[in-house]
């Protein structure tokens, strides 16, 4: 993950979902526009594709980006 | 005596904290709402050989930041209130993500204790963890349970009592957010503690941190326009230092310092565990498969809540019945006629008459608590979020809808899962459009009084085609008027599948079972007394004793208030084509829409009516055309929200005003497209 957008309460949600940049994400559900299933830190979360539309990503393995 | 030790339980949505809960306290729990919002915290109490506690069950929380209603009730209790002893409790095969909680309560500073749950199913996945390394890390006592088995819970009591009465040492690691952050701090802290001691200092840290995140709660307490300028210099300078704003950033540390406690104390990570939950989903949320298994489910809820429920719910009718008549008959005495029937018709019509649905609501919300607890209320929310993101809702709002055919009582009381007061409020106005099963007696009357069989299935499946499409457009209009906003993004952690424990479903539908009792006790029977009233006063001469005081005759009620509104409302419903025989049906409606077929009855005076009594139809047919009965189908079906309905939609969103919102809204609504039916149809010929 790269960056994340919207507003302060959104941002925080999916912070605290542990959805932060630097965070390494798989996307394990895709359905045509409809809702993405993600594997974050272990766990599975389902993002509405409004919300996924404000976080920006990279293809993991790119170091320059990852801040651990 | 020492006073009484209180214990408050926190931690993340699934991380198994009510079953902990209850194990701790047992059925010794109420609930209470705190006061200013709906969010509800359960307590009870707890004894054990190491002794007696309070055990607060906070909500559900990812965070303590203050953007939900469940997180400013958690911080505002933990700040507040001050427990004794504070446990977080953490599923410890989701560890990293749980402690993410932890971490913010160790910042806190509390007297915390954290319940490493779930710690059975971790050890079968052959996790490892050095619980004494990472007890050290956050400077507090940390105790494997396991909530489903019961482990750990007297040891877990006894570390939080031990912590409570400071005979354990507790004293939570103080976190570093790196260089920059820190001068940021070192900036804004002395602004924040009076003097120099050291607990001031550590909650001036914990300010200055909240501040540095631009936490609405906290700016609130200090109104000082100097603070705010430093603290906005030093949010744009660290913004521009680190390329990320200091919530991320401070967040980012927070992160940082669990994976580095979780690389040096757990051994193998926590990947396994989702083989059987993936595969599961594999199938349950197919894009394919998804939607019919989803709604061959919910069928099966409808079925166990109507066709499991029933036959009790019939012989709870039946008893009020019998009761009824037994307290109508017995021995004839002047002046007790009046009492009699205050208890006949008041109270046992009224309150036997929402009583009588007890077990359809008991089977309803064990049905839930089951979806509920196995983690497939999420997979629902899931699937149906496409669909109502259409109409400005969130996919969690389904299901109160669905369960608004049933009865629009349950269903606004299950909105209470919705996370957004918005949301939360749109789906409480809308739920009474979906036509509830109490409606159905007064189709079921009119619509084969006046149409002919090939008729009858058509309107009947129109009726409640209308109350969706209404509920549709209500939902859409309200979104883009009354609670504008961004719809509420769809966020949901998707739980791993859990075996449902007996205990945990048994106490979720006493508890709502007791919501239920607790409301036909006081605000229906108010309501029902009255309606009686209205009915019975002002009363005609006494009918001679000796005879059996059915409820009231039709010059009877014709002379009673309830008559007499029902002529003086005649001017009003006129263009609906409504005389005053279905104004006061319709009053009699608001106590519950069944009661439209009974009074009715009592207005024709046919004695005892049915949705089957054919003399009642033939009386009708004399005197009403097809499109009165169209019409009063209508305005049923929209208007007049049932006292129940108005009552719970008061508790759920605690304010009258949304309960006299709903009320007024739907009215009018009914009021105004009645009367464009019937003046149309009149206009059309019919």
Redo the contacts between chains.
């Keep these: 993950m790269a960056g994340?957008a919207?507003?302060?309460?959104?941002?925080?949600?999916?912070?605290?979902?542990?959805l932060?940049?630097?965070?390494v994400v798989t996307i394990?559900?895709r359905?045509?526009?409809?809702?993405l299933?993600l594997?974050?830190?272990?766990?599975?979360?389902?993002?509405?594709r409004?919300?996924a539309r404000h976080i920006q990503v990279v293809p993991a393995g790119d170091a320059t980006l990852r801040?651990? | 005596m020492s006073p009484l030790i209180t214990i408050a339980l926190t931690g993340n949505p699934n991380s198994g904290k009510t079953t902990l809960f209850n194990q701790l306290t047992g059925a010794r729990q109420h609930v209470g709402n705190y006061p200013g919002v709906t969010v509800e915290i359960k307590e009870g109490l707890c004894r054990s050989a190491a002794g007696a506690a309070r055990v607060v069950d906070l909500p559900g929380i990812?965070?303590l930041?203050s953007?939900s209603p469940e997180e400013q009730v958690t911080r505002r209790f933990l700040l507040g209130d001050k427990p004794d002893a504070v446990v977080d409790v953490v599923d410890t095969s989701?560890?990293?993500?749980h402690l993410?909680?932890a971490v913010q309560c160790m910042e806190l500073g509390l007297p915390l204790v954290l319940a490493f749950n779930m710690s059975d199913v971790a050890r079968a996945r052959g996790l490892e963890f050095n619980l004494l390394r990472l007890s050290a890390l956050f400077g507090v006592p940390i105790v494997p349970t396991s909530g489903t088995k019961g482990e750990g819970v007297p040891d877990l009591l006894t570390a939080a009592l031990a912590v409570a009465r400071r005979e354990r040492p507790c004293a939570p690691a103080e976190l570093r957010y790196g260089r920059d952050v820190e001068a940021a701090l070192e900036q804004i802290q002395p602004r924040l503690s009076a003097d120099g001691s050291p607990g001031q200092v550590s909650r001036a840290r914990w300010l200055a941190v909240k501040l540095l995140e631009?936490d609405a709660d906290v700016w609130k307490e200090f109104p000082d326009p100097a603070l705010r300028a430093l603290v906005d210099r030093e949010r744009a300078q660290l913004a521009e230092r680190c390329g990320?704003?200091p919530?991320?950033i401070i967040?980012?540390r927070r992160?940082?310092f669990i994976?580095g406690a979780c690389s040096e104390c757990v051994r193998l990570?926590?990947?396994e565990r989702?083989d059987r939950?993936?595969r599961i989903?594999a199938l349950l949320?197919h894009?394919v498969w998804g939607l019919p298994i989803f709604l061959l489910l919910m069928y099966a809820v409808f079925f166990i809540v109507f066709k499991v429920g029933g036959p009790p719910t019939e012989w709870l009718d039946h008893l009020f019945a019998t009761l009824k008549d037994l307290t109508r008959g017995g021995a004839p005495g002047a002046g007790s006629g009046l009492w009699r029937s205050l208890l006949a018709d008041g109270v046992l019509g009224g309150v036997g008459g929402v009583l009588m649905f007890l077990p359809n609501i008991v089977m309803l919300f064990t049905a839930i608590a089951v979806l509920e607890d196995t983690g497939y209320m999420?997979r629902a929310?899931?699937i149906m979020?496409?669909l109502m993101?259409k109409l400005g809702l969130h996919?969690q709002s389904f299901i109160p809808l669905l369960l608004g055919f049933g009865c629009s009582v349950p269903a606004i009381m299950a909105t209470r899962t919705l996370e957004s007061r918005r949301d939360r409020l749109t789906t409480m106005l809308i739920i009474p459009l979906m036509s509830c099963g109490a409606r159905f007696p007064i189709y079921a009357l009119i619509i084969p009084a006046f149409f002919p069989a090939a008729w009858q299935a058509p309107i009947l499946w129109l009726i409640y085609l209308l109350g969706i499409v209404l509920a549709v457009l209500c939902a859409r209009v309200l979104r883009r008027t009354l609670f504008r906003g961004?719809?509420t993004?769809?966020?949901?952690?998707?739980?791993?599948y859990r075996r449902p424990t007996v205990k945990g479903l048994a106490l979720h539908a006493w508890d709502n079972a007791r919501h239920f009792l607790h409301k036909a006790g006081t605000v229906v029977l108010v309501f029902s007394l009255v309606l009686w009233a209205l009915a019975s006063f002002p009363r005609a001469a006494q009918p001679a004793g000796g005879a059996v005081d059915r409820s009231a005759t039709a010059p009877e009620l014709a002379q009673s208030y309830a008559g007499r509104i029902g002529h003086a409302l005649e001017p009003v419903i006129r263009p609906m084509g409504f005389d005053w025989r279905i104004g006061t049906a319709i009053l009699g409606a608001f106590a519950a829409k069944e009661i439209f077929v009974a009074q009715m009855g009592v207005v024709f005076s046919v004695g005892h009516a049915d949705e089957s009594s054919e003399p009642l139809r033939a009386r009708l047919r004399e005197l009403y055309t097809p499109l009165n009965g169209l019409c009063i189908m209508i305005f049923m079906l929209i208007g007049l929200p049932c006292m129940a309905t108005v009552a719970v939609t008061r508790t759920e969103s605690g304010a009258w005003r949304w309960a006299a919102l709903q009320f007024g809204l739907l009215t009018g609504l009914a009021y105004l497209i009645t009367t464009l039916v019937y003046q149309a149809g009149r206009l059309a010929g019919f």
């Design positions: 994340l919207g507003s302060p309460a959104l941002r925080a949600r999916l912070v605290s979902l542990g932060l940049p630097g965070t394990l559900r359905q045509g526009r409809g809702p299933v594997e974050v830190r272990g766990s599975r979360v389902a993002l509405g409004a919300v801040r651990t | 990812y965070s930041t953007y989701n560890l990293e993500r993410y909680l631009n990320d704003t919530e991320i967040a980012d992160y940082g994976s990570t926590v990947e989702h939950s993936d989903d949320i894009r999420a929310a899931f979020d496409r993101h996919g961004e719809t993004p769809f966020v949901m952690e998707l739980p791993p």
